[in-house]
């Protein structure tokens, strides 16, 4: 069986993945939304990256020999906020962003977990978790809420490398007067009458962000179980506070830790005020800086060229890049025949992706099948990866032009010639950008120029080159 190795946050080392069961069953849990609005495109990287894990899982062990969980995160002062902001119920509210989550990441390609648990159907087991800690010295009630006791539990910090006093200077932790040690964090905390709320033997509250994980992880994959993952700004306090609340109630939890990088938008931190923030359904209906509609598999192809463990930059010229690619791949593995192609050798993208997800080896793996003319093997392999379904999509069948679209581009490529032969580089290279802005797709070629009509064609901005 194919060797997997994943690098553990916890032990800073790549290991080999051993599933606990014998026979070999992976499970893996994966901290999943917080559902108060449209998800930004950096929240699509975490998806991406344990999805291709998942499909790489399903690959070498069975599709129904691994179980794969991701929450939803439906109780939070974000939520009650935008809720009350907008006069709607919170439920209504949670339903309507949790569908828009799911339509998104469907688009960029993602398979549905195998159980996608709300943290508001699973209260009554918080509650008992926190009912036992308390029990076990390891939290305390103080003015209506629950705290957990952070310096009860050997080896908090382990995970981020780093101790407890090292943590308090500077640290994003509630400092409370009722609290014992700035560092205890909430286990459960007192609603109001406009705020969601529950019964507990503590009054009516509700749960604190970190309780919910390890709850839902426990009863969903039990006390032990193979893969946590997220992205590195879970790392503390999220996952380090779940460890500690876990260990505290005997669960020997995850056994191997992995966290992807942060993405950036054009070089620079993604951030409102710097005009680089956008949601991932932006990107894909083109209101965003690059002003094209980006298909879903353009989107997962630029995520996948960068390791997951190294920060993403998302660039506009990536995009293009990506699509030029997958155009070509898309052009070749349209000559097979559908399904065909399942039994394909595509051992060298298997390993890539076995060595630590390694996803830009396993992209470079499809190139060499391209290049070789093997299409069995890149049909094979832009299916593990996501790029493809059992057909190609409908954005990258070329379209037919028009008469009328035929007569003004040949027109425009002729002007851009003529501009060329008199060594007029900036009106020929201003009608070549003028025509990508439109959506025609052109390629310099030793016998000519070829022209397509792409994705983000747009009649209005062909006809205003006339």
Not at 194 to 210: C, E, I, K, L
Not at 308 to 321: G, I, L, N
Not at 330 to 337: G, K, R
Request: glycine residues 8%; hydrophobic residues 40%; proline residues 5%.
């Amino acid at each position: 069986m194919t060797n997997i190795q994943l690098h553990d946050t916890a032990t800073r080392t790549k290991r080999p993945l051993e599933p606990l069961v014998t026979n070999g069953h992976p499970t893996m849990y994966v901290c999943g939304p917080t559902v108060y609005d449209r998800a930004h495109i950096g929240n699509a990287r975490p998806v991406i990256v344990f999805d291709v894990l998942f499909r790489l899982l399903r690959h070498v062990y069975g599709a129904d020999q691994v179980t794969y969980v991701r929450n939803f995160t439906d109780v939070d002062d974000k939520i009650n906020a935008r809720a009350a902001a907008e006069k709607r119920p919170i439920r209504e509210l949670t339903e309507e962003t949790t569908k828009w989550y799911l339509d998104d990441m469907a688009a960029v390609g993602a398979l549905v977990p195998d159980a996608m648990p709300r943290a508001t159907d699973w209260i009554e087991e918080m509650v008992e978790m926190i009912v036992a800690l308390i029990e076990r010295n390891h939290a305390y009630e103080a003015e209506g809420h629950v705290l957990f006791r952070v310096r009860s539990c050997p080896g908090y910090g382990d995970l981020s490398g780093r101790s407890v006093d090292d943590m308090i200077a500077g640290a994003r932790v509630e400092v409370a007067p009722f609290k014992e040690d700035p560092m205890d964090f909430v286990l459960w905390k007192p609603s109001d009458e406009q705020t969601p709320g529950w019964n507990s033997p503590w009054g009516r509250g509700r749960p604190g962000w970190h309780i919910e994980c390890s709850a839902m992880a426990a009863g969903l994959l039990g006390e032990r179980f193979d893969i946590h993952g997220g992205g590195n700004d879970l790392v503390f306090p999220h996952h380090e506070n779940e460890i500690a609340q876990s260990r505290c109630m005997g669960h020997q939890f995850a056994r191997l830790w992995m966290h992807n990088e942060m993405l950036q938008v054009e070089g620079k931190k993604m951030a409102k005020s710097l005009g680089n923030f956008f949601t991932l359904r932006d990107i894909l209906d083109g209101n965003w800086i690059g002003g094209w509609k980006v298909p879903g598999e353009v989107i997962r192809f630029v995520f996948l060229s960068t390791h997951y463990r190294r920060p993403m930059d998302w660039t506009e010229d990536k995009a293009r890049e990506a699509e030029a690619a997958l155009r070509k791949w898309y052009a070749m593995a349209e000559t097979a025949v559908d399904g065909s192609w399942r039994d394909a050798d595509i051992s060298p993208l298997v390993n890539a992706l076995s060595d630590d997800l390694n996803t830009h080896e396993a992209l470079a793996s499809l190139h060499r099948f391209a290049a070789k003319g093997d299409v069995a093997a890149l049909a094979a392999g832009l299916e593990l990866l996501g790029l493809m379904t059992d057909r190609v999509p409908n954005w990258a069948r070329k379209a037919v032009p028009s008469e009328e679209v035929t007569d003004l581009v040949n027109a425009l490529l002729g002007a851009r010639a003529t501009a060329r032969a008199a060594r007029d580089f900036a009106r020929a290279d201003s009608l070549r950008d003028s025509l990508a802005e439109a959506g025609i797709v052109i390629k310099d070629t030793s016998e000519g120029v070829d022209w397509h009509i792409g994705p983000g064609f747009d009649h209005d901005k062909l006809e205003a080159l006339k």
